[in-house]
């Protein structure tokens, strides 16, 4: 499965794959505040790494978890801002007014992010090791900058009214509506079907 896709498991737990098409917006579903707390995998800097290999960061350049230096004081930081964006994403997707006081806090964010090196021996791209927290929050800042400007428009929630997963639509023509067409967009299917077939 390509990095960055998650493999999720529905409340009758049927699984299914779910792209967010963005490192921030896939850094929601580790958990988050209030009821997203049941959601918690993210226990410790060695849970972060565990999950940043197989993240989207490691899509164009993969790294290992030897790679990375996360201290918990890091990986509070990273939850910070995943708080942040389970507020912030949202209200991009509908459309509503962001706080300030979030919107500064992802600007005072943007720090140093993980640096791409070219391998002398072989001209690879690789990365800059170790590649610490601080580096992470700065890559997850930096997205969601460009999450709330240029690619706003971009952000979805799923269609599905029972489904609030969200998504950044990195297709071509833009028309991507769910979360995952094996679930809400098979789920649609079957619904209009029966609609059609009870009229
Ligand atoms: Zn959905």
């Known amino acids: 499965m390509a990095k960055g896709t998650r493999t999720l498991t529905g409340r009758t737990g049927e699984t299914y794959r779910f792209d967010p098409g963005s490192l921030c917006l896939e850094l929601l579903l580790t958990g988050g505040p209030g009821p997203y707390g049941h959601f918690e995998i993210l226990h410790s800097a ?6 940043l290999v197989e993240s989207r960061l490691a899509l164009a350049v993969a790294f290992t978890e030897d790679d990375l230096r996360i201290t918990t004081r890091e990986l509070a930081a990273v939850k910070d801002l995943r708080d942040t964006m389970h507020r912030v994403a949202p209200a991009v997707a509908r459309d509503e007014p962001l706080h300030s006081e979030d919107l500064e ?8 992010t993980p640096r791409p090196r070219v391998v002398p021996e072989t001209r690879v791209l690789g990365w800059s090791t170790p590649i610490t927290g601080t580096q992470i929050r700065g890559a997850l800042a930096r997205e969601a900058v460009d999450l709330v400007t240029d690619l706003a428009a971009r952000v979805h929630e799923c269609t599905a009214n029972d489904c609030r997963l969200l998504f950044l639509d990195t297709s071509r023509s833009g028309n991507r509506r769910w ?21």
């Open 179 to 199: 979360c995952s067409m094996e679930r809400c967009g098979n789920r649609n299917k079957v619904r209009s079907y029966r609609a059609r077939a009870d009229q």
């Open 46 to 51: 060695a849970d972060l790494a565990a999950w």
């Open 105 to 112: 806090h992802l600007n005072a964010w943007v720090t140093d």
